[in-house]
């Protein structure tokens, strides 16, 4: 039995005793997460030669399918069971009072032998899980970056030098650190793909997720605090087709179909040419509301062909490499996905909110 045949009954194993969502969920992680052996195997194929990559990623390709149609299946399974639950717990049941007026996990309610309630994974958390999850199946890898960055980092590298206009993009929380606005919290997740291209040479197939900051008044789509996903390929003979196919092939694997996407002309110093990435709108599917401003689309990130001022700056040939780099925000992905009309709710301490997902 080779690695990938092992991989794949490890998998087989794991989901198969999964028998609660949560469960399921930490087996899916397992058979296909960043750190499983698949993502190993998969994350190998670029030491691979020509005939022997297409044959390996081929049979990868197959084991991944395999998997998730038994997890697909399964969760179906789990679903099923957690309806039948469900219908039974809406019985009158005179306990769920004395539960009530004990308090949840106090004394009385501990006496009586009534369940304390636990927590689960922000909805946040596990959109940014399964948007891992969806590109190390695609063959990228994922970094990660400090969120307090110094000025060349966040701007100068990324080909916005002191006073340079593109600066008021950004509306920067600067720290007391240093020089003065010399050191910040990071605006956007771009500085680790500098990172990245000044600890090791391309190719380069990686995302970073983590959260961002800048001083944005929240409304139903920004927050001053935000998560988003940077992107990063740097080989040779990288062209905007093939931005564009793996955004397309991201938005089939996370919204499923019947959401359409675009990419709109637009302006980033660090990419040229650059586009804004748009979905339909949730809300409304659009038609036009108060959460796309009437527009029918809602921005979800930024995207484009690195500029060759920012491979000059940390190294790269310019002449011999082209890259495509993209910004998506990880909050508007999991409101999109859950049709929810003001991203600030993702903020609410409400349980009866944070339990629905």
């Keep these: 039995m080779n690695a990938i045949e092992q991989a794949v009954e490890r998998g087989r194993a794991l989901i198969g005793a999964a028998t609660t969502p949560a469960e399921l969920q930490a087996a899916h992680s397992e058979a296909f997460g960043r750190r499983s052996a698949l993502a190993a195997m998969t994350a190998a194929l670029r030491d691979l030669g020509p005939e022997e ?67 689960h994974l922000h909805l946040v958390t596990q959109v940014r899980q399964e948007v891992e999850d969806i590109f190390i199946a695609m063959g990228f890898e994922v970094a990660e970056g400090p969120e307090v960055e110094d000025d060349w980092h966040n701007f100068e590298a990324l080909n916005m030098p002191l006073h340079h206009p593109a600066r008021g993009m950004f509306d920067t929380f600067y720290l007391r650190a240093g020089e003065p606005e010399s050191v910040l919290l990071r605006t956007h997740t771009s500085p680790v793909q500098v990172r990245l291209m000044e600890s090791r040479r391309p190719p380069i197939y990686a995302v970073a997720p983590g959260r961002c900051f800048r001083r944005d008044t929240p409304d139903a789509t920004h927050l001053p605090v935000f ?43 660090f990419t040229e ?43 790269v040939d310019p002449e011999r490499y082209t890259g495509f780099a993209w910004g998506l925000g990880i909050d508007r992905l999991a409101a999109a996905r859950t049709n929810l009309g003001d991203i600030r709710d993702l903020l609410d301490n409400d349980v009866r909110f944070l339990t629905q997902f």
Excluded: K, N
Excluded at 245 to 262: E, I, K, M, Q, S
């Design 227 to 269: 998560h988003q996903l940077e992107a990063l390929v740097v080989d040779e003979g990288i062209s905007m087709s093939h931005l564009a196919g793996a955004l397309d092939a991201f938005t089939d694997a996370f919204f499923g179909p019947g959401r359409r996407a675009r990419l709109r002309p637009s302006f980033f110093p």
């Design 273 to 315: 040419p650059s586009a804004e990435f748009d979905v339909t709108c949730w809300v409304c599917g659009g038609a036009g509301c108060r959460t796309c401003a009437g527009s029918g689309w809602v921005e979800l990130g930024g995207c484009g062909m690195v500029d060759p001022a920012v491979f000059s700056a940390v190294g």
């Design 53 to 119: 990559r297409r044959e390996r990623g081929r049979e990868l390709q197959e084991a991944r399918a395999e998997l998730t149609d038994l997890y697909t299946a399964r969760a179906a399974e789990l679903e099923q069971a957690a309806a039948l639950d469900r219908a039974r717990a809406e019985r009158l049941d005179l306990t769920e009072q004395v539960w009530s007026m004990a308090g949840a996990g106090g004394p009385l309610a501990r006496s009586l032998g009534a369940p304390v309630p636990a927590g």
